[in-house]
């Protein structure tokens, strides 16, 4: 026990008297959390938004100022016919228009909305936002009512998929290529020399990755709450848990990168392929996997993060209990064990 932890303690050195490396471990997540907290929002502000109204009744009235009023959008000008709305839109003196029909007080109903399609994916926000807007006006109109995110941001989705993308880089990649760069300067064969089995070494030089992964989990969550104000509906214990499983699938798959690369080069671009885009593109972090093509809805069902992520929208977000995510925790239990043997038995094959 006393050799394993000097095995731990040295790594721990070689890993803290490296600045860079902690610069971007740190460094990292509190860029990507401000960044996508703030800066790159699909949030819905400040929209230039046209009103046509035929006839200026008491209810029209009140919905171009509810409209007004609301932080989404902002009435540049108010128009007679779609027309001039339409003329407005072509010259970029406005993002959208709202069209009243004439008899919209009497049946209640009759709202068009014309949008600058150029961004499909933000034309389709404006009009909800305005839909939204909309609906929840008094006077006999729906009323809708928003769970879990009523002010709709932004934050409350990319948080948990921060958490996803960063905990699987800094362990998966950070592992990798931790061992690897024993590989490539000799020294592997030293460590296996030494009286601590081979396998002891590997978990030795995983520990301080582990330690500092949890150390970004908790940098995030406090970032989360009380920088981002996105609640942690749910039990952290369940929060901790899950995210214990998911640290352990990351280290298992950087030790089987390991076993596959051989210099520090290899490691990383092997990691950029399996790991960073599919996390990004794949795990539904900034697109829903239930819009993407059948063939790609496939190919995701094997990216890790893709259930970590759900996992954690429902515990932070929606506050459910630990059962309501256990079809997500079977899944990354089952590949952790597989990475882990098979990183394992491929390890012990390689260096007996």
């Known amino acids: 026990m006393k050799q394993f932890l000097s095995f731990v ?17 740190f460094g990292m997540p509190v860029v990507l959390m401000l960044l996508f ?12 938004m046209v009103a046509v109204t035929a006839n200026s009744d008491h209810l029209t009235r009140e919905a171009v100022e509810r409209l007004a009023q609301s932080e989404y959008f902002t009435i540049v000008a108010t128009v007679a016919t779609p027309q001039d709305a339409e003329r407005l839109i072509r010259s970029q003196k406005a993002d959208m228009a709202v069209v009243f029909a004439h008899d919209f007080a009497s049946k209640k109903a009759g ?4 949008v600058d399609g150029a961004d499909p994916n933000m034309a389709q926000q404006w009009t909800n936002y305005a839909q939204g807007v909309l609906t929840n006006m008094d006077g006999g109109l729906v009323n809708s009512k928003m769970l879990y995110n009523p002010q ?8 948990p998929a921060i958490m996803g993308m960063l905990l699987m880089l800094v362990c998966a990649m950070m592992t990798s290529i931790s061992i690897v760069k024993e590989k490539e300067r000799g020294t592997m064969e030293v460590l ?16 301080p990755y582990l330690v500092l992964a949890f150390a970004i989990l908790i940098t995030i969550l406090l970032m989360a709450r009380f920088v981002l104000d996105v609640p942690l509906a ?3 214990f369940s929060i901790l848990f899950v995210s214990t499983i998911y640290i352990l699938l990351a280290l298992s798959l950087g030790l089987l990168i390991s076993n596959i690369a051989q210099t520090q080069l290899a490691a990383l671009l092997l990691s950029a392929m399996v790991l960073l885009m599919p996390v990004v593109m794949l795990s539904g972090m900034l697109f829903p996997v239930e819009s993407m093509p059948r063939v790609l809805q496939w190919v995701s069902a094997v990216v890790p993060p893709r259930y970590y992520i759900a996992a954690m929208r429902k515990l932070m977000i929606m506050g459910v209990g630990l059962g309501d995510v256990m079809k997500e925790v079977g899944i ?9 043997t098979v990183a394992l038995k491929k390890f012990s094959t390689r260096l007996e």
């Not at 601590?196 to 030089?205: E, R």
């Open 234 to 236: 749910g039990s952290l």
């Open 111 to 114: 709202v068009q909305f014309i």
């Open 332 to 340: 990354l239990l089952t590949m952790t064990a597989f990475f882990l």
């Open 192 to 207: 296996l020399v030494s009286p601590v089995k081979p396998l002891m070494v590997i978990i030795a030089k995983a520990v």
């Open 37 to 48: 907290g703030f800066a790159i929002s699909t949030d819905v502000r400040n929209v230039r």
């Open 9 to 25: 303690i040295k790594e721990s050195r070689h890993i803290l008297r490296d600045k860079r490396t902690m610069l971007i471990l």
């Open 152 to 159: 709709m941001r932004s934050a409350y989705n990319f948080v």
